[in-house]
């Protein structure tokens, strides 16, 4: 939507803001997991494909599959996930019954978690993807990048945590 980042400072937050908006309201709206990494992958698909076929139309968009399945992992798994998947193991001779799951609606806490998390991936994982790909350094790395990384990870917490709080609009 709004092109590849040409440096750290505001182009990581602003790219980060812009892409987990539709994951979190895919999430919002679906309330399964996987729903924000296949959103992702939506838009990942023609992306790159146009971005391999066109490469000088076209730039490659940013590295979001990894932010958005370490989302998915952050706002959705539990530990009692982890418990009932250490029951099904080989050898223990039979599975414990489960109740039914119910319709989770993440708190806003957890929201803000995964939304730091997505944001905190993408500044770790873009800034080298963009030197790869030919840019200048010194724009990516050095006190600019921490900085981005924490405009990035505050700006993607408050977004998830914003739109998950259960209002008179929900």
């Not at 892409?19 to 959103?39: D, F, K, N």
């Amino acid at each position: 939507m709004i092109g590849p980042p040409r440096k750290a400072l505001p182009d990581l937050a602003v790219i980060g803001a812009t892409a987990l908006l539709p994951m979190l309201l895919g999430t919002r709206i679906v309330r399964t997991v996987g729903a924000a990494s296949a959103i992702c992958g939506v838009y990942l698909l023609p992306a790159s494909s146009l971005s391999l076929l066109l490469p000088s139309v076209v730039p490659p968009p940013p590295l979001l599959l990894v932010p958005a399945i370490l989302f998915e992992l952050a706002i959705w798994l539990e530990p009692s996930h982890l418990a009932a998947a250490l029951d099904v193991l080989p050898g223990q001779g039979h599975l414990r019954h489960r109740p039914v799951p119910t319709i989770w609606q993440p708190t806003a806490a957890r929201s803000a978690f995964a939304g730091a998390v997505f944001g905190f991936v993408l500044a770790l994982v873009e800034p080298p993807f963009r030197v790869f790909l030919g840019d200048d350094p010194a724009l990516w790395f050095g006190w600019t990048r921490w900085l981005a990384a924490i405009a990035t990870t505050v700006v993607c917490a408050g977004l998830a945590t914003l739109l998950t709080v259960r209002g008179r609009a929900a």
